[in-house]
């Protein structure tokens, strides 16, 4: 049986964003099943009951679940273009910056975007972006990988992309290019990755979503 | 210089004690710098500066934080006693679910345990245990079959700390009756050689809990609800 990939998830999701970079990185065919969240399917309640989001992977009928976890699987089972470093220290360090994208980078980035750009709030996403904007500098490459895309840069999608589109949305500026020159270039770069720019949603569309979802306070 | 292994930790701290627990497993000799956190070293904040906390590993030099990350480095970097499965479906697996002890369970059990067991927090609470008690399936011994694996390492805080918490405080949160296998699974655990010479006495956290909940506001507790992982 050849390998069977279907991927669960919404164009509009960066989290399933990062599984399909990932896959096309590797170039992995896969399916894309779209899934409605208001209606989620018995599939994706079967596949992820702990969670019951999104993205799903089912490799030939075997279901993961949390896309750093999934994105990291991938790197496990298909050779080719690394998505970790093969050094133990470096893969620690890459977990690391990952895991605190995911833990602490997010939450504060989400915070902004719901109170519409409060100077509290946007004040702590700058203490949690400036430990990004020091890494980039530190490295003095292109990608959080080095001179390619690594898991660092992945879990950092929705700070490349979403980010720009929801401050449209809201006429609100977190990520300021003199404050943060060094992720506003990175983020550049990432998404002119082929392989991340092929699973991106249309931005007019993102950020129509986000005039919808958060638009008038 | 080569190969020195440091632990900067505390005793109390379930986190800490993960990373003990994947050292003594591993076999792996270093040495233990106990950290005053109201008075944080040089050293902690200079291998830590993101974060500031314990546990940071210290490995012929290089600092590794966060307790689960230092843990699968451990499992990179030392080969013998494997804390993750080989198959990759199974690793994800293991990640998965100690992902889950780390994001879910541990703050909502905290969580009922700070509250006194607070009516939501302690269904809310259930909701995510219950999960975990569905995981030990029939002839299962640890979450990682026959020997323990990083997802038992996750959940020591489960095993070891909360029947501290709820003796102090009176509570029966992870009670046999509900929970058969997660109770029995805490027995086996905790008995395990390389996990007992890691944890901290009893009688320690009797005690730290019984003043904790005495004085909510206490530095320590605050501490503790940001998380030392």
């Given at each position: 049986?050849?390998?069977?990939?279907?991927?669960?998830?919404?164009?509009?999701?960066?989290?399933?964003?990062?599984?399909?970079?990932?896959?096309?990185?590797?170039?992995?065919?896969?399916?894309?099943?779209?899934e409605?969240?208001?209606n989620k399917s018995a599939d994706l309640l079967k596949y992820?009951p702990?969670?019951?989001?999104?993205?799903?992977?089912?490799?030939?009928?075997?279901?993961?679940?949390?896309?750093?976890?999934?994105?990291?699987?991938?790197?496990?089972?298909?050779?080719?273009?690394?998505?970790?470093?093969?050094?133990?220290?470096?893969?620690?360090?890459?977990?690391?910056?990952?895991?605190?994208?995911?833990?602490?980078?997010?939450?504060?980035?989400?915070?902004?975007?719901?109170?519409?750009?409060?100077?509290?709030?946007?004040?702590?996403?700058?203490?949690?972006?400036?430990?990004?904007?020091?890494?980039?500098?530190?490295?003095?490459?292109?990608?959080?990988?080095?001179?390619?895309?690594?898991?660092?840069?992945?879990?950092?999608?929705?700070?490349?992309?979403?980010?720009?589109?929801?401050?449209?949305?809201?006429?609100?500026?977190?990520?300021?290019?003199?404050?943060?020159?060094?992720?506003?270039?990175?983020?550049?770069?990432?998404?002119?990755?082929?392989?991340?720019?092929?699973?991106?949603?249309?931005?007019?569309?993102?950020?129509?979503?986000?005039?919808?979802?958060?638009?008038?306070? | 210089?080569?190969?020195?292994?440091?632990?900067?930790?505390?005793?109390?701290?379930?986190?800490?004690?993960?990373?003990?627990?994947?050292?003594?497993?591993?076999?792996?000799?270093?040495?233990?710098?106990?950290?005053?956190?109201?008075?944080?070293?040089?050293?902690?904040?200079?291998?830590?500066?993101?974060?500031?906390?314990?546990?940071?590993?210290?490995?012929?030099?290089?600092?590794?934080?966060?307790?689960?990350?230092?843990?699968?480095?451990?499992?990179?970097?030392?080969?013998?006693?494997?804390?993750?499965?080989?198959?990759?479906?199974?690793?994800?697996?293991?990640?998965?679910?100690?992902?889950?002890?780390?994001?879910?369970?541990?703050?909502?059990?905290?969580?009922?345990?700070?509250?006194?067991?607070?009516?939501?927090?302690?269904?809310?609470?259930?909701?995510?245990?219950?999960?975990?008690?569905?995981?030990?399936?029939?002839?299962?011994?640890?979450?990682?079959?026959?020997?323990?694996?990083?997802?038992?390492?996750?959940?020591?805080?489960?095993?070891?700390?909360?029947?501290?918490?709820?003796?102090?405080?009176?509570?029966?949160?992870?009670?046999?009756?509900?929970?058969?296998?997660?109770?029995?699974?805490?027995?086996?655990?905790?008995?395990?050689?390389?996990?007992?010479?890691?944890?901290?006495?009893?009688?320690?956290?009797?005690?730290?809990?019984?003043?904790?909940?005495?004085?909510?506001?206490?530095?320590?507790?605050?501490?503790?609800?940001?998380?030392?992982?």
């Open positions: 049986m050849a390998d069977e990939v279907k991927l669960y998830g919404v164009p509009g999701s960066p989290y399933v964003s990062r599984v399909t970079t990932a896959l096309k990185l590797k170039g992995i065919n896969y399916e894309l099943v779209v409605d969240l208001s992820n702990v969670h019951k989001k999104i993205p799903v992977l089912v490799h030939n009928g075997k279901p993961i679940s949390e896309s750093l976890v999934i994105v990291e699987y991938i790197d496990d089972v298909w050779k080719g273009v690394p998505v970790l470093p093969q050094d133990a220290y470096e893969k620690a360090q890459a977990r690391f910056w990952a895991k605190f994208i995911d833990d602490k980078c997010m939450p504060a980035i989400f915070k902004t975007i719901g109170s519409h750009g409060q100077e509290q709030v946007v004040a702590e996403a700058h203490e949690q972006l400036q430990f990004l904007e020091n890494e980039l500098n530190v490295k003095g490459k292109k990608f959080f990988g080095g001179d390619n895309i690594n898991l660092v840069d992945i879990a950092a999608t929705f700070i490349a992309y979403w980010l720009g589109a929801a401050e449209e949305a809201l006429g609100i500026k977190v990520l300021s290019k003199d404050k943060f020159p060094k992720i506003t270039e990175w983020g550049g770069n990432y998404i002119n990755c082929q392989v991340v720019k092929e699973g991106l949603p249309p931005r007019d569309a993102l950020v129509g979503f986000f005039k919808k979802r958060f638009g008038n306070a | 210089m080569a190969d020195e292994v440091k632990l900067y930790g505390l005793d109390g701290s379930p986190f800490v004690c993960r990373v003990k627990i994947a050292l003594n497993l591993k076999k792996i000799d270093y040495k233990f710098v106990v950290e005053d956190l109201r008075n944080k070293s040089a050293d902690l904040l200079k291998y830590n500066p993101v974060h500031k906390k314990i546990p940071v590993l210290l490995h012929s030099g290089k600092p590794i934080s966060e307790s689960l990350v230092i843990i699968e480095y451990m499992d990179d970097a030392w080969k013998g006693a494997p804390l993750l499965p080989k198959d990759p479906y199974e690793k994800a697996q293991a990640r998965f679910w100690a992902k889950f002890v780390d994001d879910k369970c541990i703050p909502i059990v905290f969580k009922a345990i700070v509250s006194h067991g607070e009516e939501k927090d302690l269904a809310e609470a259930h909701e995510q245990l219950q999960f975990l008690e569905n995981q030990l399936n029939e002839g299962k011994k640890f979450f990682g079959g026959d020997d323990i694996n990083l997802v038992d390492i996750s959940a020591t805080f489960i095993a070891y700390w909360v029947g501290a918490a709820e003796e102090a405080l009176g509570l029966k949160l992870v009670s046999k009756d509900k929970y058969p296998k997660l109770t029995e699974w805490c027995d086996n655990y905790i008995n395990c050689q390389a996990v007992k010479d890691g944890l901290p006495p009893r009688e320690i956290l009797l005690g730290f809990f019984k003043m904790w909940f005495a004085t909510p506001n206490s530095f320590v507790y605050n501490e503790f609800l940001n998380k030392s992982s």
